[in-house]
């Protein structure tokens, strides 16, 4: 059987990622997945290894109590050596001689000489603008296979691997399949419009444009729906009588809330600026066929432009919404859904298997 190596930048989660996703669905395939080092916290035996599937076997890293770098010197070789001999250890434990290795932050490039592998891949799916660029670049000249979840992260790399493939986030689509009429109803005492938002509500996360048209049209209710941060704009949209900020939910209840939602918004985050990795929520949004408004940075290429609504400001955000709303049934419903289907895990799994058989790697 082939042995996986995964060197994660997520834990091992109920609400998976997309390393998770992709590994988790892969056959044929004995993996060991290391979730990153809590910081500043001590070590316990509870987080040593946990079968979460079959062929999958979770740890944690070891804990890294200072944020070192190379600046630091033999402090920091020492760090990775530690880390390093962890996951050699884990290996030996479970039998695996000479795995492919996954890799999925340019800070993974420190543990490669202390770890026996056949191969190497690095999954790009964000910009690592926190590490130094000679990390990534070596990470990915390294790799035998670099996978990007964009276009611009693939041209970014390109100057460092000449094997790069474009690999797309994806969805759980039979989660997001059209329901019944028996399908509950997150809102019972809501009747005009509702326009909504599903996901982590980060800091840095551009609100604006929901408080914006929230204020102009106090007869439609926006659904903030997901785990929130300190947000600059809550407090304001908190007391707003048409603003419903329900907290996260469990992922087979997403949908739910999905479906009742007249339109769906998909914002910005103010630290991501150009960012052209779609996200796993737009293909929820598209599972729905619901219309959907989308805020874009300027100059910043549409992202499915038969499908979804792209505003640039606040006033053509309140327009795109208001078309939304006005949108016929069944207009670009099934395009919507032909879309998240091709995007469904599975799909994506069976393009990255091919990749890896092709090259040699499974």
Known sequence: MNQILCLSC??????PGR?????????????????PSPRGRLFSPRQGGLKVRP???????????????????????????????????????????????????????HLLDHLDYDGLVYDCDQEWDQFPPQWEGSLAGAADVVFAASPLLADRLSPCSANIVLLPNGLNLPLFAPGSAAR????????????????????????????????????????????????????????????VIPGPRPANEVPDWL?????????????????????????????????????????????????VYSAKDMEEFLTLCRHALEEAPGFACQRRREHAASAAWPARVETLTRILVTAGLL
């Open 184 to 243: 509950p109803d997150p809102l019972p005492q809501v009747r005009g419009p509702v326009l909504g938002w599903s996901g982590t509500i980060w800091s840095d996360l551009d609100l604006s444009p929901v408080l914006y048209a929230a204020l102009d049209r106090p007869d439609w209710t926006f659904v903030l729906l997901g785990r929130r941060e300190k947000n600059r704009f809550l407090s304001r949209l908190k007391k707003l009588d048409n603003v």
């Open 55 to 109: 062929n999958v076997t979770a740890y944690t890293l070891p804990p890294v109590l200072l944020p070192l770098d190379e600046r630091h010197g033999g402090l920091f070789r020492a760090q990775q050596r530690k880390l390093g001999q962890f996951i050699a250890g884990k290996a030996a434990q479970h039998r695996f001689h000479a795995p492919l290795l996954w890799t999925t932050s340019p800070e993974h490039v």
């Open 259 to 307: 479906y009742r939602c007249d339109v769906l918004l998909e914002l910005l985050r103010d630290q991501r600026p150009y960012d052209d990795v779609v996200s796993p929520r737009m293909y929820e949004y598209l599972a729905t066929g619901k219309p959907v408004v989308s805020m874009l940075w300027p100059d910043q290429v549409e992202r499915f432009p038969d499908v």
């Open 19 to 35: 390393t998770q996703q992709l590994l988790s669905r892969m056959r044929e395939v004995q993996i060991l997945f290391f979730s």
């Open 10 to 15: 997520q834990p091992w989660s109920r609400l």
